[in-house]
């Protein structure tokens, strides 16, 4: 019996390659892009964003052009619930969120894959350059074998029930090889760029999104250095990240960076690189692909999707899974992913704390 799937396509090359895998190998496929907001909702009239109608035209002409349905799945209420809304929760609550983390765990992989069963499909397919080894009856999350395309850092919050029901067909694959396949199928979007920021905040300017989004504005307050000294005035606490140097405004006379924020006070702190520099962490809402460790393991972590891993022994306390740093690891902050790894596998991840 013909195995059917349901293809995620943003418009990009690479999910309409992942669709021409998956025609190829036989499947019987139908193309389904979410559409997760209009644009009025985030402020922007032109159409240039992931999920806009050029990205709908754009995927619509690849599954014509390979003989596949094509449908548009509504998902815009729970896309403002669970990614929008907790992006902007994360930010006024002094953290910095990784909304495309929230939008595998909730849209992809929850909603599409709740709309797979109903139409009694038996995978969702992505454009992710990633991988899933089964063996022994587990699924194991693999980094993508081009590792400058490794996606794996957004997706350890995968479930062994979505793992078992995904197929990264793009996981052996270079983006070069992609573009050229793409370009040799004739297809539309073979030349088109990657989308490199968030979706839904397209021009990279979070603070002007959250207060137009809100419909407020957020007060202007005192930088001050580690002793408590006022050094200057800072245009709204939302609008600073940990770790932050460019744009502070100060004249300090040497380097200075945003090292923590004080939402109570409406003060943000700032000091040298060095006092940037974390031995440990710990993390909440922590996944593990397989299973939990019941002592500690030594491997490696990743705080941010482009850094490089950094060796460190993790283990659980409770609810939570503390992280404890070979070498002290720069600017680990509040709100963004830690993902461990054992070589080229993902053992789980979780919300820094």
């Not at 999350?141 to 029901?165: A, I, N, P, R, W």
Request: aromatic fraction near 10%; hydrophobic fraction near 30%.
């Amino acid at each position: 019996m013909m195995k059917k799937a349901i293809i995620a396509m943003s418009g990009g090359v690479d999910s309409s390659v992942a669709a021409y895998f998956m025609k190829s190998k036989g499947f019987e496929c139908i193309g389904a892009t979410m559409k997760l907001y209009d644009n009025e909702d985030i402020g922007i009239s032109r159409e240039k964003t992931c999920c806009s109608l050029d990205d709908i035209e754009d995927a619509r002409n690849v599954a014509r052009r390979l003989g596949m349905p094509y449908y548009v799945f509504n998902f815009k209420d729970e896309f403002e619930k669970k990614v929008i809304d907790k992006f902007i929760e994360t930010y006024e609550n002094g953290g910095t969120p990784n909304p495309c983390i929230d939008c595998n765990r909730y849209l992809k992989f929850e909603k599409l894959m709740q709309r797979m069963y109903e139409l009694g499909y038996d995978c969702v397919v992505t454009g992710h350059y990633a991988r899933i080894e089964e063996k022994g009856g587990r699924c194991y999350l693999k980094k993508g074998k081009d590792l400058s395309k490794d996606q794996s850092y957004v997706l350890y919050s995968l479930t062994q029930e979505q793992l078992s029901h995904t197929l990264f067909p793009l996981g052996e694959f270079s983006k070069d090889e992609i573009r050229e396949i793409a370009e040799r199928e004739g297809f539309i979007n073979a030349k088109k760029r990657d989308s490199q920021d968030i979706c839904f905040v397209p021009d990279g300017d979070y603070a002007r999104f959250i207060e137009n989004y809100r419909n407020k504005k957020y007060p202007a307050g005192n930088f001050v250095d580690k002793d408590g000294n006022v050094i200057g005035q800072h245009s709204g606490i939302i609008k600073y990240t940990i770790g932050q140097r460019k744009g502070l405004g100060l004249a300090a006379g040497k380097p200075v960076y945003v090292i923590s924020k004080d939402l109570e006070n409406n003060t943000v702190t700032v000091g040298s690189n060095e006092d940037l520099m974390s031995s440990s962490l710990e993390a909440r809402d922590f996944n593990w692909i397989c299973e939990a460790p019941e002592g500690k393991i030594h491997c490696k972590a990743k705080t941010r999707y482009n850094m490089a891993e950094k060796p460190c022994t993790a283990y659980c306390k409770g609810e939570r899974v503390v992280v404890e740093f070979d070498e002290p690891v720069r600017a680990v902050t509040s709100g963004q992913a830690v993902v461990l790894y054992d070589g080229e596998y993902v053992l789980g991840g979780g919300t820094i704390i």
